[in-house]
Every structure is written in structure tokens, then in C-alpha cells.
């Protein structure tokens, strides 16, 4: 079985890749400072990236993630992301294998405390927001707010 120490080289490359597609062609990954982040409800590890850049505006840096995820999650970021919707950046390269392949996506929340994170809110908040998006995929038009009364 593979770990995520396994497979360094690999999610290195991820990273490079996704920083190139996402946040500049020409950049240069020169330093990655990861932390684990807890496990989630699935207890794929998920780690958090600090990424040094350099270009030619100089050196930045940008927060990553990367996980195993499964087909399903992939599938819905891919989609929802070519739908332009409010989501992370990512990528992958595995959209078919029905086993779990790894992530890079934008963190958007490095600043975060998971340890204290309202799961219910957070719970309702995405059955909204995906709740949504099928009305309009479906043609439907927007979500009808009596819908979505708690």
C-alpha cells in the first residue's frame, strides 16, 4: 500500500503542475513547507502545502492541498470548476480509476482551525450550494429559497 511518503515525487510534480495550470505558466515551485492536516471523515490524509514560487515578478507563495480523493469528488470538482463555479482551483490526473487518486486543490482557508469547525453548518451550507447547482443543471432556473428554510 502506498503512503504519502511514498509517493513524494509524485504529488511533488502534482503541485508544480497545478501551480503552472493555476497560477502561473512560467512560475517555479522552490520550497514546500507541508502540514498534516486531521483526517477527514473518510481518514485519507490530507496535507497542507506553503509553496515558495519564484518567476519572473520575483518569489510569492501560494497554500495548497493535497488528498486522495475518490471518483465521485473528483468528477464534481472537475465539473463544477469547467461550470465556473465558486470552487477551489484543482487537479488531477485521474478522472476514470474508481480508486482513490491524488488532488492538488487551492487552499482557500489556510488560516482555518479544523479542530473547531462547525460540521452541521458547514453540512447544510454545501447541500445548498450542490442542491442548487442541479436545479440549474437540470434547467430548472435558481434554487427556490422556501427550499432551503432550516
Known amino acids: 500500500m502506498n503512503t504519502y511518503s511514498d509517493d513524494q515525487h509524485g504529488l511533488q510534480q502534482l503541485i508544480q503542475d497545478t501551480v503552472n495550470h493555476f497560477v502561473s505558466p512560467n512560475a517555479q515551485v522552490v520550497e514546500i513547507e507541508e502540514q ?3 483526517r477527514g471523515l473518510q481518514a ?3 496535507y497542507r502545502h506553503k509553496v515558495t514560487l519564484c518567476d ?3 518569489e510569492s ?3 495548497l492541498v493535497t488528498k486522495k480523493a475518490g471518483l465521485i469528488e473528483r468528477r464534481v470538482l ?3 470548476l469547467s461550470q465556473s463555479a465558486n470552487v477551489p482551483f484543482h487537479l488531477t ?3 476514470k480509476s474508481e480508486q482513490s487518486a491524488y488532488i492538488c486543490m487551492q487552499d482557500i ?3 482555518t482551525d479544523y479542530g473547531n ?3 452541521g453548518n458547514i453540512l447544510i451550507s454545501f447541500c445548498e450550494a450542490v442542491l442548487g447547482r442541479e436545479w440549474v443543471n437540470i434547467g430548472v432556473g435558481t434554487l427556490n429559497p422556501y427550499l432551503l428554510e432550516k
Open 56 to 58: 519572473q515578478n520575483g
Open 44 to 46: 485519507e490524509e490530507v
Open 36 to 38: 498534516p492536516i486531521k
Open 61 to 63: 507563495i501560494v497554500f
Open 109 to 111: 482557508d489556510h488560516h
Open 93 to 95: 490526473y485521474d478522472l
Open 117 to 119: 469547525l462547525n460540521i
Open 78 to 80: 472537475s465539473r463544477l
